[in-house]
Protein backbone atom coordinates (compact mmCIF):
# COMPACT_ATOMS: atom_id res chain seq x y z
CA UNK A 1 0.00 0.00 0.00
CA UNK A 2 1.48 3.23 -1.15
CA UNK A 3 1.63 6.34 1.26
CA UNK A 4 -0.71 9.43 0.68
CA UNK A 5 1.40 12.29 -0.72
CA UNK A 6 -0.11 15.46 0.58
CA UNK A 7 -0.17 18.15 -2.39
CA UNK A 8 -2.44 20.94 -3.49
CA UNK A 9 -5.21 18.46 -4.52
CA UNK A 10 -5.74 17.57 -0.57
CA UNK A 11 -5.68 21.37 0.66
CA UNK A 12 -8.70 22.31 1.14
CA UNK A 13 -7.50 26.27 1.92
CA UNK A 14 -8.45 26.07 5.47
CA UNK A 15 -6.00 25.84 7.93
CA UNK A 16 -7.38 23.97 10.79
CA UNK A 17 -8.73 21.13 8.67
CA UNK A 18 -5.45 20.98 6.53
CA UNK A 19 -3.83 20.71 9.78
CA UNK A 20 -5.83 18.12 11.08
CA UNK A 21 -6.35 16.39 7.28
CA UNK A 22 -2.04 16.18 7.38
CA UNK A 23 -2.28 14.56 10.87
CA UNK A 24 -5.05 11.76 9.35
CA UNK A 25 -2.75 11.42 6.70
CA UNK A 26 0.95 10.86 8.11
CA UNK A 27 -1.13 8.48 10.64
CA UNK A 28 -2.16 6.60 7.59
CA UNK A 29 1.02 6.56 6.38
CA UNK A 30 2.41 5.54 9.36
CA UNK A 31 -0.01 2.57 9.47
CA UNK A 32 0.95 1.73 6.24
CA UNK A 33 4.53 1.59 6.90
CA UNK A 34 3.64 -0.38 9.84
CA UNK A 35 1.44 -2.94 7.81
CA UNK A 36 4.11 -3.56 4.66
CA UNK A 37 6.87 -4.39 7.73
CA UNK A 38 7.47 -8.08 7.66
CA UNK A 39 8.16 -7.98 11.43
CA UNK A 40 4.64 -7.08 12.74
CA UNK A 41 4.13 -5.19 15.98
CA UNK A 42 0.51 -5.77 16.42
CA UNK A 43 0.70 -3.19 19.64
CA UNK A 44 2.33 -0.44 17.80
CA UNK A 45 -0.39 -1.58 14.69
CA UNK A 46 -3.03 -1.60 17.17
CA UNK A 47 -2.05 2.15 18.75
CA UNK A 48 -1.79 3.58 15.55
CA UNK A 49 -5.01 2.46 14.80
CA UNK A 50 -6.42 3.51 17.97
CA UNK A 51 -5.06 6.91 17.44
CA UNK A 52 -6.58 7.19 13.79
CA UNK A 53 -9.91 6.51 15.52
CA UNK A 54 -9.54 8.98 18.47
CA UNK A 55 -7.63 11.43 16.28
CA UNK A 56 -10.52 11.15 12.88
CA UNK A 57 -13.36 11.80 15.87
CA UNK A 58 -11.94 14.88 17.06
CA UNK A 59 -11.08 16.04 13.44
CA UNK A 60 -14.79 15.04 12.53
CA UNK A 61 -16.15 16.95 15.37
CA UNK A 62 -14.07 20.08 14.10
CA UNK A 63 -16.04 20.29 10.99
CA UNK A 64 -19.06 19.81 12.29
CA UNK A 65 -18.96 22.31 14.96
CA UNK A 66 -17.90 24.64 12.04
CA UNK A 67 -21.09 22.92 9.78
CA UNK A 68 -23.51 24.11 12.55
CA UNK A 69 -22.02 27.58 13.43
CA UNK A 70 -22.41 28.67 10.02
CA UNK A 71 -25.48 26.76 8.81
CA UNK A 72 -23.89 24.26 6.26
CA UNK A 73 -26.71 23.19 4.28
CA UNK A 74 -25.50 20.19 2.99
CA UNK A 75 -25.00 19.23 6.95
CA UNK A 76 -26.99 16.21 7.39
CA UNK A 77 -25.33 14.51 4.03
CA UNK A 78 -21.88 15.46 5.63
CA UNK A 79 -22.52 14.39 9.10
CA UNK A 80 -23.99 11.06 7.41
CA UNK A 81 -20.12 10.53 5.77
CA UNK A 82 -18.91 11.30 8.81
CA UNK A 83 -20.95 8.24 10.94
CA UNK A 84 -20.31 6.04 8.41
CA UNK A 85 -16.67 5.84 9.00
CA UNK A 86 -16.71 6.45 12.44
CA UNK A 87 -18.69 2.34 12.53
CA UNK A 88 -16.04 1.69 10.43
CA UNK A 89 -13.22 2.52 12.38
CA UNK A 90 -14.62 1.04 15.26
CA UNK A 91 -15.59 -2.26 13.69
CA UNK A 92 -11.70 -1.87 12.34
CA UNK A 93 -10.08 -1.50 15.84
CA UNK A 94 -12.99 -3.98 17.74
CA UNK A 95 -11.59 -6.47 14.78
CA UNK A 96 -8.09 -5.97 15.28
CA UNK A 97 -7.99 -6.17 18.95
CA UNK A 98 -9.56 -9.25 18.92
CA UNK A 99 -7.99 -10.90 16.74
CA UNK A 100 -10.82 -11.64 14.85
CA UNK A 101 -9.50 -9.10 11.40
CA UNK A 102 -5.99 -8.34 10.32
CA UNK A 103 -4.98 -5.02 8.75
CA UNK A 104 -5.09 -6.56 5.51
CA UNK A 105 -4.21 -4.39 2.03
CA UNK A 106 -8.22 -3.96 1.12
CA UNK A 107 -8.89 -2.19 4.47
CA UNK A 108 -5.69 0.45 4.27
CA UNK A 109 -7.30 0.47 0.77
CA UNK A 110 -10.72 1.41 1.94
CA UNK A 111 -8.97 4.08 4.27
CA UNK A 112 -7.01 5.67 1.79
CA UNK A 113 -9.96 5.73 -0.83
CA UNK A 114 -12.26 7.07 2.02
CA UNK A 115 -9.90 9.68 3.05
CA UNK A 116 -8.50 11.08 -0.20
CA UNK A 117 -12.66 11.05 -2.08
CA UNK A 118 -14.04 12.61 1.28
CA UNK A 119 -11.12 15.86 1.50
CA UNK A 120 -11.49 16.02 -2.43
CA UNK A 121 -15.49 15.90 -2.40
CA UNK A 122 -17.06 16.96 0.88
CA UNK A 123 -14.54 18.67 2.53
CA UNK A 124 -13.64 20.76 -0.35
CA UNK A 125 -16.99 21.88 -0.66
CA UNK A 126 -17.29 22.80 3.38
CA UNK A 127 -13.89 24.91 3.26
CA UNK A 128 -15.22 26.76 0.02
CA UNK A 129 -18.46 26.85 2.15
CA UNK A 130 -16.28 28.55 5.01
CA UNK A 131 -14.75 30.91 3.03
CA UNK A 132 -17.79 32.68 1.72
CA UNK A 133 -19.56 32.83 5.00
CA UNK A 134 -16.42 34.15 6.68
CA UNK A 135 -16.32 36.74 3.75
CA UNK A 136 -19.93 37.76 4.13
CA UNK A 137 -19.28 37.67 8.26
CA UNK A 138 -16.06 40.19 7.65
CA UNK A 139 -19.15 42.47 5.20
FE1 LIG B 1 -12.17 16.18 6.90
FE1 LIG C 1 -15.69 15.77 6.37
Not at 119 to 137: G, W, Y
Amino acid sequence: MAAIIWDRHLATGCDELDEQHRTLIDTFNRLCALAGRGDWNHDEIEGSLIFLRDYTLVHLETEQELMARHGYPLEAEHRRLHSDLVQDLEAIVDGFHRGTKDLTPVTLEYLDQWLQRHIRNEDFRLAEFLRHAEARTRG
